[in-house]
T-cell receptor, first 107, second 118 residues
Framework: SQQGEEDPQALSIQEGENATMNCSYK?????LQWYRQNSGRGLVHLIL?????REKHSGRLRVTLDTSKKSSSLLITASRAADTASYFC???????FGQGTELSVKP | DAGVIQSPRHEVTEMGQEVTLRCKPI?????LFWYRQTMMRGLELLIY????????DSGMPEDRFSAKMPNASFSTLKIQPSEPRDSAVYFC????????????????FGPGTRLTVL
């Protein structure tokens, strides 16, 4: 299966705290992508990390990739209420999605 | 760019009726995907096209579902006859294949069509 599996399924934090979400996958990858979905909306691409990269930053987002463990993590620093959404990791050209991590940031 | 456009945004129909969902991908994109999202099953890939040709339709649930892409700027997903269990949000996404494998390319999602079958 090319499905990514996110962990935890749900995460609730206070505004200003950091949020860390993890992703595990089973097959070898060329890249891994993270998407965000706000309630009732379409998915928005956040960041892509290639298999030869170990870490990547984009604003308040930091993504790491460990191909030996087949895992990735997404860190959102200084979280805001607007970060409340579901987050998905995705691998492969067909982008098969897991269940996602539902992040709730309380003001 | 207007992004991926889907219509209608909401559709309520009765069981047994035909439903047609429409998608206009981003201009210049050559790959299009149809997904379905429900609470129970999450986000499922139904079918995708490269250069208007269906590549993988293994996710299409059954013969009641069909998808077409007559040209690079338009695709339809049809359900005939519709059933209550088809109620879901249907997303269309497009991307531009850059590399040979095409798997490094970001997908851009439309806002979705919320389908309710009574």
């Amino acid at each position: 299966s090319q499905q990514g599996e996110e962990d935890p399924q749900a995460l609730s934090i206070q505004e200003g705290e950091n949020a860390t979400m993890n992703c595990s996958y089973k097959t070898s990858i060329n890249n891994l992508q993270w998407y965000r979905q706000n309630s009732g909306r379409g998915l928005v691409h956040l960041i892509l990390i290639r298999s030869n990269e170990r870490e990547k930053h984009s604003g308040r987002l930091r993504v790491t990739l460990d191909t030996s463990k087949k895992s990735s993590s997404l860190l959102i620093t200084a979280s805001r209420a607007a970060d409340t959404a579901s987050y998905f990791c995705v691998q492969g050209g067909k982008l098969i999605f897991g269940q996602g991590t539902e992040l709730s940031v309380k003001p | 760019d207007a992004g991926v456009i889907q219509s209608p945004r909401h559709e309520v129909t009765e069981m047994g009726q035909e439903v047609t969902l429409r998608c206009k991908p981003i201009s210049g994109h050559n790959s299009l995907f149809w997904y379905r999202q429900t609470m129970m099953r999450g986000l499922e890939l139904l079918i995708y096209f490269n250069n208007n040709v269906p590549i993988d339709d293994s996710g299409m649930p059954e013969d009641r579902f069909s998808a077409k892409m007559p040209n690079a700027s338009f695709s339809t997903l049809k359900i005939q006859p519709s059933e209550p269990r088809d109620s879901a949000v249907y997303f269309c996404a497009s991307r531009k294949i850059m590399g040979l494998a095409g798997d490094t390319d970001t997908q851009y999602f439309g806002p979705g069509t919320r389908l309710t079958v009574l």
